[in-house]
């Protein structure tokens, strides 16, 4: 009975983090939209940038209190205040990001922005939901994505920045680290020791082949893009999302 009770508990907290995330999510759209409409408006655009800059201030040092707040709960040995202070501090964060990056990218940011908020979004529920080495490759394929994205809005100017190109090595460079981390996970059966720890990161009976292969196409895809152009890179965003479609499909197939 106390097992069923636990399980239980899980669930409902799981179910509230959801409905959290998405319910921040869809203020954050709503938000993102008043600020594309007054940034559009030449009479309050850079009025608009200013209150932006300071309230993303004011957000990271709520950001601190909300890492204040949780380690005491930690320390106290409160779950209750543990998990408030946890969810303020990554809330205000998340809002803090979306306030200094509008101000910073101006319109650039707020397309960018409509494009990462769902996402975050959606790759939290797979966090919660979906087994973990299913999430590392959503995480692969969601930023191999916007970075097509990216590549095929920068590349339609007609050169390729200097930005461009070490954005491209660090891509490279992740997803070559991804592959290693991949193949010790796998050497280790999802396996890692830390601090005299050990932590099962991926699970025992983890697809490792269609982590390498999706760590394989997204390289493909943002080299091909890179040499074929703009026009190109779009089609393989469009790719790379409907391959990370069909992944969820089998991977919801597999949990049943």
């Known amino acids: 009975m106390a097992v069923k009770r636990r399980v239980s508990t899980k669930e409902e907290h799981i179910t509230n983090e959801i409905l959290l995330i998405f ?34 201030a004011v957000l990271l040092l709520c950001c601190a209190a909300g ?17 408030i ?13 979306i306030c200094l990056y509008a101000s910073y990218f101006f319109i650039d940011g707020i397309k960018h922005l409509y494009f990462l908020v769902p996402a975050v979004a959606v790759v ?36 390729i920045s200097t930005a461009m190109i070490i954005i491209s090595a660090g891509a490279f460079a992740l997803l070559a680290a991804a592959v290693v981390f991949g193949l010790i996970l796998k050497k280790k059966r999802g396996r890692l020791s830390l ?32 040499v074929l152009g703009p026009e190109r890179a779009y089609m393989f965003m469009f790719g790379v999302f409907t391959y990370l479609f069909v992944l969820a499909v089998f991977y919801t197939v597999k949990m049943m």
Request: glycine content about 6%; aromatic content about 16%.
């Open 23 to 56: 319910s921040c999510a869809f203020v954050a759209i709503l938000g993102i939209i008043m600020i594309d409409n007054m940034f559009k408006n030449t009479s309050t655009a850079l009025t608009t940038t200013f209150v932006l800059a300071v309230l993303g």
């Open 124 to 159: 939290s529920l797979i966090y919660f939901l979906y087994p973990s080495d299913f999430f590392a490759q959503s995480i692969i394929t969601g930023a191999g994505g916007f970075l097509l994205f990216y590549f095929s809005n920068r590349m339609a100017i007609g050169y």
């Open 195 to 226: 601090a005299g720890k050990r932590f099962q990161v991926f699970p025992s009976n983890a697809n490792y082949a269609m982590y390498f292969v999706t760590c394989a196409l997204i390289a493909a895809s943002l080299a091909l893009s890179i």
């Open 67 to 83: 890492v204040v707040i949780a380690v005491r709960g930690k320390k106290q040995k409160n779950s209750r205040q543990r998990s």
């Open 85 to 97: 202070g946890l969810n303020f501090a990554v809330f205000s964060a998340a809002y803090a990001f």
